[in-house]
């Protein structure tokens, strides 16, 4: 959380991901490039050039196959979490890695050409017509552009200028890049002579990113399916059954999904309930997955903190999310489901007094 | 699969520099696995990597010898025999993507010295011309022979360019080298057919149209793919010339 932008706000947990991750593309790089080739069978040694520009395109591959994992693998199990809250940099360096793999690519196959290498690059192979021979760069092209306006935009100044719901559907369009570069490896590298280790790589990557997805989309669907009970539930004067109180662990919250899947997270903590929305107003983060601390709900995925009365974030900060009311009769919580505008005050419920 | 939140159980906070220890654990065999994964990945990707083939600049074995330049229909340069061999006839190209029209016309008919570096895979080699100067001795009373038909083939291969394929690029053939060998092509380097079958014991040819000319754009579209073609072949000295009919192509896969 920051009340102005700086590029970036360093902190040790940031320090750790990114030296983390810097090893482990140095050693992806240097296995490549150097160590392993001289457990090559060739005749002669492939061009350096070539090895420097598969080394880069792979190990950007790899790299945003883990990126694409983090966001499911972390709805399936939170100790995930920490992978998730310094993700940009991933993202960041990925296309930096993916960028220097294209850069090889145009000083080599479409360098030493009286056309201009970008001219050479765009015009040398036109079979758009045909899979076998398609031009399999300019999917690679596409990819790239797309990863570098993500990495551009990732910072939170544009979050802010562009908007959350704008700005997620932006940083959504990192599907599309994983399946131009799937495509772009598959009409490319994959269609040279028999590599099992690269198909086999390439397939357990798709497999991986979908399935993982799929899973995930299953366990939501599921959920929403047992938290019927605020759907069909004994309705009250527009009121709705959230649950009971013991559901509800101390300084968590339980998560109630609405008619018009409107999430909506119910706090316990120091013998109190509040309703806020469950939706993080930086990047729409599960505030209903994290914890109350120092008096505020806190999110799982980068910390933004709000307090629970009224859904605004302590001063200095300015970000402001919807509250709910709430009633409590006997033990069963009720909410109502219509979202208070952005930072209302709500009296918070007190546990042991009932409507 | 829990999603719900519990009291007990180990929270996050980025900016909060303790990290609680059951997770830092887990982080801890997380990067472990990622960084020696990647290490893993990358000797099993370069390793395991085909064979571009033993082509390549020959360097040390620097080309100076007189002859004769001809266009058939791309430039190819004709010495004659020198006692242990009989006359050659070698396929041309200029620096880098260029090949070496100018000169070939510019020269014609007049002996002249080439000097240059050969590209060389097995077979096949490719002068890349560095000088051509006009000579007055060195090739005597030398008349290059005529071609030598050998008859219409039906043949199964790739059509590379012939610079990159000799070894200028390792590797310098297939799919992902296809806008690389256009880009050649385009530039004046002579096309070759590598064929899975040999005729006279040879598995490379250069490549015209049936009718002898230079080939244009319609073999784009065929460049790098695994094709069948027919044609005349017909032998220059040791370089066999593949006068492919591209109507009759077919892509194999």
Not at chain 1, 165 to 176: F, G, R, T, V
Not at chain 1, 293 to 301: A, R, S, V, Y
Not at chain 2, 141 to 157: D, E, Q
């Amino acid at each position: 959380m920051s009340v102005q932008y700086t590029p970036v706000l360093w902190n040790r947990n940031k320090l750790v991901y990114d030296a983390v991750l810097l090893i482990a593309v140095a050693l992806y790089l240097y296995v490549f490039i150097r160590y392993a080739p001289a457990f090559e069978d060739v005749t002669k040694p492939i061009d350096g050039a070539t090895l420097r520009m598969r080394a880069f395109g792979s190990c950007a591959f790899l790299m945003l196959t883990v990126i694409l994992c983090i966001g499911p693998l972390a709805r399936l199990d939170r100790r995930f979490l920490p992978l998730l809250y310094n993700r940009r940099h991933f993202g960041v360096m990925t296309a930096g890695i993916a960028a220097v793999h294209a850069n090889y690519v145009l000083g080599w196959y479409f360098n030493f050409s009286p056309t201009d290498k970008y001219v050479a690059l765009l015009s040398s192979n036109t079979s758009y017509g045909q899979i076998l021979g398609f031009p399999f760069e300019a999917l690679g092209i596409g990819a790239l552009l797309i990863l570098l306006v993500l990495a551009a935009t990732s910072h939170d100044f544009w979050l802010s200028f562009l908007g959350a719901p704008l700005w997620k559907a932006l940083h959504m369009s990192i599907y599309i890049a994983y399946a131009l570069v799937v495509l772009h490896v598959a009409l490319g590298a994959l269609q040279g002579p028999g590599d099992p280790i690269l198909t086999s790589l390439v397939t357990a990557s798709v497999v991986l990113v979908c399935g993982l997805h799929f899973t995930t989309g299953r366990m939501e669907a599921a959920r929403e399916r047992g938290e019927a009970t605020a759907k069909a539930s004994l309705e009250q004067a527009g009121w709705v059954i959230a649950g009971e109180v013991d559901e509800i662990d101390e300084d968590c919250a339980k998560v109630v999904t609405l008619d018009d899947d409107e999430r909506v997270a119910i706090f316990k903590y120091d013998g109190k309930l509040s309703a806020i929305t469950n939706a993080c107003a930086h990047q729409n983060g599960p505030l209903g997955e994290g914890k109350v601390l120092w008096g505020c709900i806190t999110c799982p995925w980068h910390g933004y903190q709000y307090n629970l009365a009224d859904g605004r974030a302590p001063e200095p900060f300015t970000e402001k999310i919807s509250t709910y009311r709430l009633r409590l009769i006997g033990s069963t919580v009720l909410l109502d489901p219509k979202a208070l505008p952005p930072g209302t005050h709500v009296e918070p419920v007190k546990l042991g007094v009932s409507a | 699969m829990s999603w719900k939140q519990t009291k007990d159980a180990p929270f996050f906070v980025g900016y909060l520099n303790a990290v609680p220890k059951p997770l830092a654990v887990f982080v801890l065999v997380f990067a472990l696995c990622f960084a020696g994964g990647m290490g893993l990945a990358a000797l099993a990707l370069s390793s395991t990597q085909n064979d571009p083939g033993s082509g390549g600049f020959q360097w040390g074995n620097r080309f100076e010898q007189a002859g004769l330049l001809e266009l058939r229909p791309y430039p190819v340069f004709r010495v004659p025999g020198d006692g242990k061999s009989g006359p050659r006839t070698y396929m041309l190209s200029g620096q880098g993507k260029r090949g070496v029209f100018a000169q070939a016309e510019a020269n014609a008919v007049t002996p002249i010295t080439l000097r240059g570096v050969p590209v060389n895979r097995g077979d096949l080699t490719m002068i890349q011309v560095g000088k051509v100067e006009a000579t007055e001795d060195g090739t005597g009373n030398f008349t290059p022979s005529a071609a030598v038909p050998l008859g219409r083939w039906k043949l199964a291969g790739e059509i590379c360019d012939g610079k990159c394929y000799a070894g200028a690029m390792r590797p310098g053939q297939g799919l992902a080298h296809k806008a690389c060998a256009d880009l050649c092509i385009t530039g004046g380097i002579p096309p070759v057919f590598v064929s899975t079958g040999p005729v006279e014991g040879r598995n490379f040819f250069l490549m015209a149209d049936k009718d002898g000319n230079l080939l244009g754009d319609e073999i784009r579209d065929l460049l790098a793919l695994y094709i069948e073609v027919e044609g005349e072949v017909e032998r220059l000295d040791d370089l066999l010339v593949f006068k492919a009919d591209l109507s009759t192509a077919r892509v194999l896969r």
